[in-house]
């Protein structure tokens, strides 16, 4: 009985596993340095209510259509595609997940991020989002946006965010829509294989000529905008500029993979600047 309790849990992880150092992490880490109030009790209901939606779309996603068989080229180490559960058993797990997690907002005070959650995944896997790369960048930033809207909330235990908070996350989602294709560079081979529009596939030299441009100029952005450490910022512009020439100059696989750590390093971050905003000194600015 322990083992099987063991086994499904481990099967449920390894659904987010990939993702646990792209949404989990970050975004835990960043609606606790946008909340103005922390206690351990909240922190803990943030990790579970981000784990449990990541649940959701994941399970949600790796179901869907063509997944499992792009899982068994690109990732086949997920749940399907090791036989650790079959797909209609996957897709009844994404039935009860879904007012489970509605369920979890609704006690955690995150309707609207949560709800917003689940009616994207719907768009991202069953409306198509996912099959043109600027609908998938525009469902990514979305995400994101509704991740740390709904977490900061509960970590803040407020209805409401202020507007360094609400700038935060705009500026979060902004980064993540035009940067975010950093991860598909990696898995080239696979979707070219499959026959996928990514932008990197669609535009593979502009796609590569964006990142040092876009890296350098949202950390510059962020140096005039953040009252975050002088060394974070620098830091920040140093790092932005290493991975976007690396994603320019090394172009294999693995050299993909290693330059997509440095670029989740970097967006990590850019949301500790994101969380030291000072929105009223821009506004000063134009006065």
Not at 49 to 66: A, E, P, R, S
Not at 90 to 108: E, K, N
Not at 128 to 139: D, E, P, Q, R
Not at 263 to 287: E, P, T
């Amino acid at each position: 009985m322990i083992s099987t309790i063991w086994n499904f849990l481990v099967t449920l992880q390894l659904f987010n596993q990939s993702d646990m150092k792209t949404i989990v992490l970050p975004v835990t880490v960043f609606s606790q340095a946008l909340a103005s109030h922390h206690s351990v009790c909240r922190f803990l209901i943030v990790v579970f209510w981000v784990w449990m939606h990541l649940l959701y779309f994941t399970v949600t996603n790796q179901t869907f259509g063509t997944s499992p068989k792009e899982d068994a080229v690109n990732k086949p180490n997920r749940p399907i595609p090791a036989k650790r559960i079959s797909v209609d058993s996957a897709v009844a797990l994404g039935w009860v997940l879904a007012p489970l997690d509605l369920a979890l907002s609704l006690y955690a005070g995150a309707v609207p991020a949560g709800l917003g959650i689940c009616v994207l995944t719907s768009i991202y896997c069953r409306g198509g989002g996912h099959g043109h790369w600027l609908s998938k960048n525009g469902c990514c930033a979305g995400f994101y946006a509704l991740f740390e809207y709904g977490a900061t909330q509960i970590a803040d235990s407020s209805e409401t965010l202020n507007h360094n908070q609400l700038g935060a996350v705009i500026g979060s989602a902004l980064i993540i829509f035009t940067t975010i294709h950093a991860q598909d560079f990696r898995d080239d081979e696979g979707d070219a294989l499959l026959g996928r529009r990514t932008f990197t596939l669609s535009f593979p030299v502009l796609s590569r000529l964006t990142m040092p441009i876009l890296l350098i100029a949202w950390s510059m952005t962020l140096c005039l905008i953040s009252e975050a450490n002088y060394f974070v910022l620098l830091a920040l512009m140093a790092l932005g500029a290493v991975t976007g020439v690396r994603f320019l100059t090394m172009k294999s696989a693995k050299d993909d993979r290693l330059s997509y750590l440095y670029y989740n390093i970097w967006l990590s971050m850019a949301h500790v600047g994101l969380s030291s905003l000072d929105l009223d000194k821009v506004a000063a600015w134009y006065q």
